[in-house]
């Protein structure tokens, strides 16, 4: 199985002024943290979309000890600007029957997940119905039954739990995802909510357990803050 990361923002709002992916926290990347978390899980075969600074990336990745033994195809969405829902539709040349989705910016702790891949389904959705370290305002919201994902959306009233930026999709996402460009919803919120509600998504509940959307300043200082903590627990 191979793993997407999705690595072609611009990352405005962390005001570094490097791509997204280069950010570090504490001395590591979040494109190196992502791919390391996917070696936990036994994955060595990955699909890195790039877009803003998109060389730079790649210099950067090529450079690093994490991916010495990695296979690496690099996908350039060159307009990365959009929703990002067009840079999880540009890998569809680039995946078998079923493939993992993350987001760069998201950590994870891989103890919870070690069994995530084995979750096969169409539209499999990592969720957190008691998350420790969120901004509701920010997060995406779902709404779940049963471990059944109805709804997803930043907008939502109605939730009970948050998405976690990780996913297991089959190729049926792809036709869902070029629907909705057409229609003009380019974010992968849009191109979810739109499967779960026509074919249904699962969701895999982390319930509280450790993980982490790193957007902000004030989320990168926690990440490092936190991150530290649990190595000196170790």
């Avoid at 919201?141 to 089959?170: H, M, P, W």
Wanted: hydrophobic share 45%.
């Amino acid at each position: 199985m191979k793993a997407v990361i999705l690595a072609a923002g611009e990352g405005k709002r962390l005001g570094l002024g490097i791509p997204k992916a280069l950010v570090k926290v504490n001395e590591l990347s979040l494109i190196e943290r992502a791919i390391l978390f996917f070696t936990s899980l036994n994955i060595k075969d990955f699909v890195i979309v790039v877009g803003y600074k998109a060389e730079q990336v790649k210099r950067f990745l090529l450079e690093s000890e994490v991916v010495s033994d990695k296979k690496i195809s690099w996908v350039e969405n060159e307009e990365f600007w959009r929703g990002n829902g067009l840079s999880v539709f540009c890998v569809r040349d680039y995946v078998e029957e079923h493939f993992l989705l993350s987001m760069v910016d998201h950590v994870f702790d891989t103890g919870p997940l070690l069994n995530f891949p084995q979750h096969l389904g169409d539209l499999v959705c990592v969720v957190d119905s008691n998350p420790r370290f969120v901004d509701f305002e920010e997060a995406t919201k779902v709404f779940i039954e049963q471990d059944e994902v109805k709804r997803i959306g930043k907008n939502l009233t109605d939730y009970n739990a948050v998405d976690c930026g990780l996913f297991l999709c089959s190729r049926k996402i792809f036709p869902v995802l070029e629907e909705a460009l057409e229609e003009g919803e380019e974010e992968w919120n849009d191109a979810k909510d739109r499967f779960a509600r026509k074919f249904g998504a699962r969701a895999f509940d982390l319930k509280g357990q450790f993980w982490l959307d790193v957007d902000t300043p004030e989320e990168l200082l926690r990440a490092e803050r936190l991150l530290r903590e649990r190595e000196c627990r170790r």
